[in-house]
């Protein structure tokens, strides 16, 4: 058994070498809800590929009810005691032991040929730390590339969903961590995985996208949901001031720009909001010092 932190408990033992897993799949979530989306969403059985589920509660209930269709020796729970997504996927990754990590959410639904198809990837590209994919939804459509591009250079247009990013452990357990600003339950409710790559590439590591399908995610995203509110343009205020420090405020007016149509459709608050909250957060984001070198010793010991 892996040596627990007070900050954890885990709901299931080790049932196999973990010499033997090639690929984890870091599922979030919170609370018995949160865990019956788990249990319903589609998780197959595949050769190499192990689910590893971070659940946080507000209190450690021993008689934790984990559905049984998450009694399979190819899934690894634990309970944690905290609050906020991005230390939830900060518990999971100090957690994580697998070569192969593939951030996931509690809904997504997976494939074994799109589970198999990461493993090729990163056998296939040796050089790439990160490997960004694509997901299919009935609800959210994005624009992806049809060509793969690095993701240090990425197309106007293009960016990255949480549940795209798949890494190599070793080049980032210990070494770079979500901001714990970020995320829902945060200071900004969202933006995570753009500062997480921010700092990735700025320690060096080799990120490439690849136009290949891996998971399904039918719901809404955050940004969707967070439209109306003031959050979206003060998050974007704080993730443009670390993505870009010298121009960011050209950027700013660019995207003001960009909201006359969808305020004259009535789906955003005015263009003058859009600025002022924009400004507010940069402001909270300098205020609150929001960008600090992480306290990596609040987490368990890494896995070598």
């Keep these: 058994m892996t040596t627990m932190s007070p900050y954890i408990s885990s709901l299931s033992d080790d049932h196999k070498k973990e010499e033997s897993v090639k690929l984890q799949v870091l599922i979030c979530t919170y609370g018995h809800e949160g865990i019956q989306r788990v249990a319903k969403a589609l998780h197959p059985r595949v050769e190499g590929v192990e689910y590893l589920v971070s659940i946080q509660e507000n209190a450690y209930d021993k008689d934790f009810p984990m559905p049984k269709e998450l009694d399979r020796e190819d899934f690894k729970l634990f309970v944690t005691l905290t609050k906020g997504l991005s230390i939830n996927r900060n518990i999971a990754l100090s957690q994580a032991t697998a070569p192969l990590l593939l951030i996931s959410d509690d809904d997504a639904d997976y494939t074994a040929e799109g589970l198999k198809a990461v493993i090729e990837a990163f056998d296939n590209n040796p050089q790439a730390d990160i490997i960004a994919f694509q997901y299919a939804s009935s609800s959210t459509h994005k624009f992806y590339p049809k060509e793969s591009v690095s993701l240090q250079r990425p197309p106007k247009g293009y960016f990255i969903s949480s549940i795209e990013i798949a890494m190599r452990r070793k080049s980032i357990q210990g070494k770079i961590w979500f901001n714990e600003n970020f995320g829902i339950g945060a200071i900004f409710p969202s933006g995570e995985e753009d500062i997480f790559l ?101 987490y368990y010991p890494c896995h070598e």
């Excluded at 003060?234 to 001031?241: W, Y």
């Excluded at 789906?267 to 205020?287: E, I």
Aim: proline share 9%; hydrophobic share 40%; aromatic share 10%.
């Design 198 to 298: 921010c700092d990735c590439f700025a320690h060096g590591l080799n990120g490439i996208y690849i136009p290949k399908i891996i998971v399904r995610h039918d719901g809404t995203t955050t940004t969707d949901r967070n439209l109306m509110l003031p959050s979206r343009p003060q998050t974007k205020g704080a993730v443009f001031l670390r993505l870009h420090p010298h121009d960011w405020t050209l950027r700013m007016l660019m995207h003001t720009l960009r909201e006359f149509p969808l305020w004259m459709k009535g789906m955003v608050p005015s263009p003058f909001s859009y600025l002022c909250n924009w400004m507010k957060g940069v402001r909270m984001a300098k205020k609150l010092k929001v960008f600090p070198t992480p306290d990596l010793s609040i």
